[in-house]
């Protein structure tokens, strides 16, 4: 071939080449093809004679200056660089720039060109950098804990703050020197019987496999504390044995869980160990959905369908005025969230029985509301208090009788004192003026006469004082019983002195809230009693105390008597009880009974000690809060 058919030949390939060629001077274009007038879009007429400049954007004109200086100077060989398209349109048009310098005689003389249209290549490029770094933001900002994880080397690749965070790491560079065998330990509290160890020892092949799967876990923070995890192995390039691992923790989740569940465990237990009867019951059908073992047991039943069986005229007795009663509390339950319930029922087979407990509502079902019973068989305690109701009935009677007697006797005593004061009178009137006329026996007769009717007196103003006790309200204020015992033995010094009898009195406290004249009878009764009933052979000694106890004082008055037999001691309480006749001992037996009534009014207490033939002591209370 010519050289002239060569020349056309390049002619050929430069002009219709499809990359853009051109040649610069002094940055100027001095030769272009179409390709290239395609690339700058300007037409070939005028894009000769152009300066390359006056297609680039300013902000980029700086980076090929430096180039095209460099290449002049033969300190670049080549430079390429995607610029953005100097012109008049919108849209943004990328251009590739290829420069080699033109060398004659080893002097770059001018500079060549090459050019294409770049701008789907680098908007893919653009497209790839946005999608990673929005892939970066999410990694970053998730709040799933994610590692980039290595199975195959054991090592993390990347982790996002979350993931640091839960594992207690400050950057990457510390996380790094760990692996998966140091954050997940090899026991745990939380699953004692497992080795984590042995657990996770598969994962590896399994992302070697492609496989993606679930897994829970545990992980270790760096501060020791242990969270349980749920995750998600992902592989990304599985044949290197890389894999994502995203990660929550569900430790409180976990924990919530296990409470419920206990709680529920606990409630299950109290429902079926309940002493009460527990019946959920549905109150549109009035059947029992659920109940625990001592429900059936109540009823009589011995399984559940048995009492599904039982209608509510099955658990009534017959007539049972408490139908209309149960239907209302049932009502009732259901509209105030509880009711209160007692009613007897019929245990199936048995006899009837009494049950009390409570109805409480269930509304966590609006539209189906049901209501729950909690019984107890209380038939002995019901029984026991209608016993009790029936004795105070028989109380109150005997009570009413009682004060009745009590006011005929005051009545009766107070009236009697005329006539007998008229038989003593008279028959000792009689006894003065036959003095000298009767036999020595019919003296003996009238003075029997006399004294039967001493008697009798004695005995009605004793009765007559026992009767006032209870119709005289107590007047309680601040007492020295020291001063009172004194002004008493001066009162009854004769007899003291005739008995011989050593009184021994110890320390009594200032003062003492009682009604006076009251306590000094009981004193007076008492210490008259210690030396009436003293042993004819011996002197009589009287020790009298009083001791501090919490709520009360308690006195007592101590003798060297006679004693009483174990067997009376409760009896000689009584009133006209007594141990012994008037030739004996002279008295009405109406003193203790007194003194007993005294006591009761003052809140306290009256018993004994005694021994017989040794002596007794009769202790009282006085309770402290009268005053
Ligand atoms: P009375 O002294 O008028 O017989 P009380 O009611 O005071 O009546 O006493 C009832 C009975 O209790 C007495 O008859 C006596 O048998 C017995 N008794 C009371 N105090 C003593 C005492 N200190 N020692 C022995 N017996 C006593």
Known sequence: MNIKAQESIYKT????????????????ITYANRSFSEVVRVSLNELIGTSIYDYILPDEKNILIEAIEKIKKGKLEKFNYDFKLNHDADEVIYFSMHLTPYTQSKEVTSIVGASRDATSRAM????????????????????????????????????????????????YEAISK??????????????????????????????????????PGIINHKSGVQKIVSGNVVPTFHQYGEAFVIFHDITKRVLDK???????????????????????????????????????????????????????????PENSPDKVYLIKSIQKALKEGKCEVSLTLKKQNQKSMRVSGMFVSDLSDKKNPKFIAFL?????????????????????????????????????????????????????????????????EEKEFMSFITSSAINMQNL??????????????????????KMLLEQ??????????????????????ESIGLDETKIRQVFQNLITNALKFSKPDQRPKIVISCQNKRNEWVFSIEDNGIGIKQEFQ???????????????????????????????????????????????????SINKKLS
């Open 460 to 481: 009605i103003n004793d009765l007559l004082s026992y009767s006032r006790t209870n119709t005289t309200a107590i007047n309680i204020t601040e007492v020295s019983v």
């Open 13 to 28: 390939l430069v002009e219709e080449n499809a990359a853009g060629l051109f040649h610069l001077e002094n940055d100027i």
């Open 258 to 316: 296990r409470t419920k569940q206990q709680t529920e465990k606990r409630y299950k237990d109290i429902f079926q160990n309940s002493h009460e009867a527990i019946i959920y019951i549905d109150p549109e059908s009035m059947r029992p959905i659920l109940c625990n073992p001592n429900a059936l047991e109540l009823m009589g039943v011995s399984s559940f369908e048995e009492l599904v069986q039982l209608s509510i005229d099955d658990v009534l």
């Open 488 to 509: 008493l033995f001066i009162e009854m010094s004769s007899t003291i002195e005739e008995k011989q009898a050593e009184i021994i009195m110890h320390p009594f406290p």
């Open 570 to 620: 409760e009896k000689i309480f009584l009133l006209f009880k007594r141990l012994h006749t008037s030739q004996e001992y002279e008295g009405t037996g109406i003193g203790l009974a007194m003194v007993k009534k005294i006591i009761s009014q003052h809140k306290g207490r009256i018993w004994l000690k005694s021994e017989y033939d040794k002596g007794s002591t009769f202790f009282f």
């Open 124 to 171: 893919k490029n653009i497209e790839m950098l946005k999608a990673k770094s929005r892939f970066e933001a999410l990694f970053r900002n998730m709040i799933d804990g994610i590692l980039i994880y290595n199975y195959a080397e054991e090592k993390i690749l990347d982790c996002n703050e979350t993931a640091l965070e839960m594992f207690g790491y400050e950057d």
């Open 376 to 440: 107890r068989d209380v038939t002995t305690l019901y029984e026991a208090q209608e016993a009790i109701k029936n004795k105070n009935q028989e109380l109150e009677k005997y009570i009413e009788s009682n004060l009745q007697l009590e006011n005929f006797a005051y009545f009766a005593s107070h009236d009697l004192q005329t006539p007998l004061r008229s038989i003593t009178s008279f028959t000792q009137l009689l006894e003065r003026r036959l003095k000298d006329r009767i036999s020595e």
């Open 178 to 215: 760990i692996n998966r065998f140091d954050f997940i330990p090899k026991k745990s509290h939380f699953f004692p019987d497992m080795d984590l160890h042995e657990a996770t020892k598969g994962h590896g092949q399994r992302v070697m496999n492609g496989e993606a799967f679930h897994t």
